[in-house]
């Protein structure tokens, strides 16, 4: 693939890994965006090259999947050699000040709980239902076997009902939480 | 797809939508990436940089290895090595006591030790007077009395007792 077919496909399909990019980090945007860039440098330079063996998104998914991954890990290694404190705070959805202004107070309720599902399950849900991929997809993005793609998805979405009906049931207001 | 399922998807497209509405463009960002790129191509420094690290480093390993877990050449020289063709005959001359490593094996912790003095005695009696190292879990308390022949009046248990004859110091006092 020339240069020409592979910037027209990574505009194609900007934003959903831009999407994509946000949820393998956390939603945090810096992060995300920083995410992408060395996506997109990886496949201008052909350390990541794709070779038809799946769709593009798929590919172009996994790969952000991979680099985001890569990432964490090299953040972790700096706030350990260098900022114990950091290493120690539990992670958790970070909330930037302009988010919070455009945020609904649904959609604010929906990331809480999704933040709160294991990385697995989450990948799983937010492939199939937010960039409407196939489950046989977001296996192959995830790099796991279908049956387990199937497992985790299951999983998450059973889990996830729940913490939204938590919600619902504690604060005692009657949102349009799924069923 | 079910209506649980139904009302996700609408969540998460919700979501989507706003995620979208913060989505950097792409034309600036590609620019960016490919100003990288050809900033990244143009210095090949970068890449001798990495290799001379990755050779220090493995340097660095090998050296430190050698250090701990290899003899050095002196302590070689200092043991003294048979060459394996050569035989010894067992009569003639007195046995080599320290059993050599085969020069192809590597040898680990190996340090020069005293050289003794080879035993003057032929091979039969060094074999008639070698002993176990596990040799005195064999013994039993009383192999003393078992070897020896009881003798009238002798006695293995001594306990002091009173005669009639003897002074009793306790009761005079």
């Known amino acids: 693939m020339d240069e020409h077919a592979l910037r027209a496909e990574l505009e194609k399909y900007h934003q959903d890994s831009y999407g994509w990019s946000l949820s393998c980090c956390a939603h945090v945007r810096a992060e995300a965006e920083t995410v992408q860039q060395i996506v997109y440098l990886k496949i201008l330079t052909g350390k990541a090259r794709y070779e038809g063996r799946a769709s593009f998104k798929t590919w172009l998914f996994a790969v952000i999947r991979r680099t985001a991954a890569d990432e964490r890990r090299r953040q972790m290694l700096r706030r350990w050699l260098f900022d114990r404190q950091a290493m120690q705070a539990p992670t958790r959805l970070v909330e930037q000040p302009d988010d919070a202004l455009y945020r609904t107070e649904l959609q604010q309720i929906v990331r809480q709980a999704l933040a709160a599902l294991p990385r697995r399950q989450r990948e799983a849900l937010q492939l199939v239902f937010y960039h409407e991929l196939s489950l046989a997809e977001a296996a192959d993005v995830m790099n796991v076997s279908l049956g387990s793609a199937r497992t985790h998805y299951e999983r998450g979405k059973k889990r996830l009902r729940q913490l939204l009906e938590e919600e619902q049931v504690s604060d005692g207001t009657t949102r349009p939480a799924v069923q | ?136 879990l064999l013994r039993k308390p009383g192999t003393a009395l078992l070897n020896t022949v009881p003798r009238l009046g002798e006695s293995f248990i001594k306990s002091k007792t009173l005669v009639p004859e003897q002074h009793n110091y306790l009761e005079e006092q």
């Open chain 2, 1 to 136: 797809m079910e209506q649980p399922d139904r009302q996700f998807n609408e969540l998460f497209q919700q979501l989507k939508q706003e995620d979208q509405r913060h989505a950097p463009t792409f034309a600036p960002t590609f620019a960016r990436v490919v100003a990288s790129a050809a900033a990244h191509s143009s210095s090949p420094r970068w890449q001798v940089w990495r290799f001379a690290a990755a050779a220090f480093a493995l340097l660095l390993g090998l050296s430190v290895w050698f250090a701990f877990f290899r003899r050095t050449p002196d302590e070689r020289m200092a043991l003294p090595v048979t060459p394996p063709s050569q035989v010894v005959p067992l009569r003639e001359s007195p046995p080599q006591v320290a059993v050599l490593p085969k020069p192809s094996q590597p040898v680990r912790h190996a340090r020069p030790r005293p050289h003794k003095s080879a035993p003057s005695l032929p091979l039969e009696a060094l074999i008639s007077q070698w002993h176990s190292p596990t040799e005195f």
